[in-house]
């Protein structure tokens, strides 16, 4: 009997294979059960998603950067480019474009136009990009940028918001003005400071490009006029912006205005529920 159940019991490399096998059994399932709820993530939105960003001749020193640590801060895939690589094809692999502030829309349209490439790039591209089901935020240059005017230089916008735009104040000086988002707090409207600097405001234009209606997200508490709009364009949707509400205190202390950790954080969170809204 003693002789039976020694030469019955398993060897170490029967253990070893069993050991093994087991293991690789419960990688396998736990490899399935990763994917599937990956999968499950991207269909119903749970998955955060890809953001360019312009970060190219023509904007203010620091304004990509300090979207992109937000953003990346909120759990988005962000990347910084510049105008060699705005192509339709390196476009589609995002969700979200942004165009951030600067000092001059035509530095910046022209840097986009003359790029030497056989892809269809630059403002056509990102036109093509947004008809096809893109999101294209501006910010303050972006905003001037997306609308559906003449610039000084007599070059086309973007046309991608159904608006004309004009500056809201003739002057380069930042100041915190005092804008109304409506129905961003829990449906009610939100009174609030925002850093403003030679940004835009925006008028409403009839057209037949346009699936929808512009909607006006925020207003000027000074005359009223639409501090930020947006509307859907052919699959897709753009929003523009003539305020910034990813400045920081540190914007502030450099333009010489009074830090206020309250009203910046405040504003960051706005931004951060606007990129939810286009998405």
């Not at 293991?23 to 890809?50: D, E």
């Not at 209606?213 to 052919?234: F, H, Q």
């Amino acid at each position: 009997i003693t002789h039976f159940a020694r030469i019955s019991r398993p060897g170490k490399a029967s253990v070893l294979i069993f050991a093994f096998t087991f293991s690789s059994c419960i990688l396998y399932s736990m490899l399935k059960l990763v994917f599937f709820l990956i999968l499950i993530a991207s269909h119903f939105g749970f998955a955060k998603s890809r953001i360019m960003i312009y970060g190219g001749t023509g904007v203010c020193e620091g304004c990509a950067d300090d979207i992109a640590e937000q953003l990346r801060a909120a759990g988005y895939s962000v990347d910084i480019t510049n105008e060699k690589n705005v192509t339709l094809k390196n476009l589609n692999q995002y969700q979200l474009y942004i165009q951030p502030g600067g000092d001059d829309v035509g530095v910046v349209k022209k840097a986009l136009r003359e790029q030497k490439t056989s892809e269809i790039h630059g403002l056509e591209a990102l036109q093509k990009y947004v008809k096809n089901g893109g999101r294209y935020l501006g910010i303050c240059l972006g905003g001037f940028m997306a609308d559906s005017t003449l610039e000084d230089d007599n070059t086309e916008n973007l046309h991608l918001v159904a608006a004309a735009s004009k500056p809201h104040f003739e002057t380069l000086k930042a100041s915190m003005e005092d804008v109304t988002w409506n129905g961003l707090e829990n449906g009610r409207d939100l009174n609030i400071l925002a850093y403003y600097q030679a940004g835009p405001e925006f008028k409403k234009l009839k057209s037949e490009d346009w699936q929808g209606d512009l909607v006006t997200l925020a207003t000027y508490k000074s005359n009223g006029a639409a501090a930020a709009v947006m509307n859907s364009y052919g699959q897709g949707f753009a929003m523009a912006l003539g305020v910034h509400p990813e400045a920081t205190d540190e914007w502030l202390k450099q333009d010489h205005l009074a830090p206020n950790q309250t009203v910046t954080k405040k504003e960051n969170q706005i931004f951060l529920r606007l990129i939810e809204k286009l998405l």
